[in-house]
Each structure stands twice: as C-alpha cells, then as structure tokens.
C-alpha cells in the first residue's frame, strides 16, 4: 500500500475521532470503576466521599474529550485537504505535548494513571501528526 494513502490525514481524523468519543463516553460511563483503578492501587479502599470526588474528575473528563472527537470529525469531513493536513499536524503535536504533561502533574497529585495505557494513543497521536505533516507539505 502507497505510504501517502496510508498516512492520509483524513481518515487518521475520523479514526482518532471516533475513538476518542468512544473512550470518553466509555470514562464518563464507567467513571466510578475509573477512579478506582487510578487511586486503589495506591491507598487501598477509598471512602466514599474520596471515590465521589474521583469519579465527578472523571466524569469531567469523559464530557470534556467528547467535544475532541466532535471536532477532529467535523474537520477531515468538513475542511479542503489542507485544512485537514493542519489541523492533524497542529492537534497530533498539541496533544502528544498535553498528554505527558497531564500524566505528570496527575501524579503529582498523586492520582495515579497507569502510563502503558496510553501509550498506544501517544503513538497514534503522532501518527496523525506525521501524516498532516505529510500532506502539508505535499500540497503546498
């Protein structure tokens, strides 16, 4: 398969998209079960105000990225090839920055998130990235 179809910064959008709404849906649904695997393994039984007070954090985070996946689809589906190109290059690079930061000042707070866990979507953050790049480029 040709490299440049592959990379096509389009349907990396749309990809992403979806599975960034079905993520967050999935957190906001399971927020609760969430919270426990972030704070448990490190305290042991939270009380039930400390398990209130994680799963509304990730609650919120599951109505905050769903308007994400809105967005990257709304753009492969409504943007010329351009338009597309940069806004995979400019999102790929703002969240593979935003992602570690997160990861690091949560823990800092000590909430936990297991690392590992996101690592395959920092891989295809800057899959999507490279592939605006790509095409940015090439159609200029």
């Not at 409504?78 to 290059?89: I, N, P, R, S, T």
């Amino acid at each position: 398969m040709d490299m440049m179809k592959l990379m096509n910064p389009k349907y990396w959008l749309l990809g992403l998209g979806v599975v960034n709404i079905l993520f967050s849906l999935y957190n906001l649904v399971e927020a609760s079960e969430v919270a426990k695997t972030a704070l448990q393994d490190h305290y042991g039984t939270l009380s039930d105000r400390e398990l209130q007070i994680a799963t509304g954090y990730e609650e919120g985070w599951g109505i905050f990225g769903i308007p994400y996946g809105i967005f990257a689809i709304g753009s492969a589906l409504m943007l010329d090839e351009q338009g597309v190109a940069k806004v995979a290059l400019l999102s790929g690079l703002t969240l593979v920055i935003t992602f570690p930061v997160l990861l690091f000042l949560s823990g800092t707070n000590e909430y936990y998130v297991p690392v590992l866990q996101f690592a395959p979507i920092l891989v295809l953050l800057a899959l999507m990235g490279y592939s605006g790049y790509l095409h940015m480029s090439r159609s200029e």
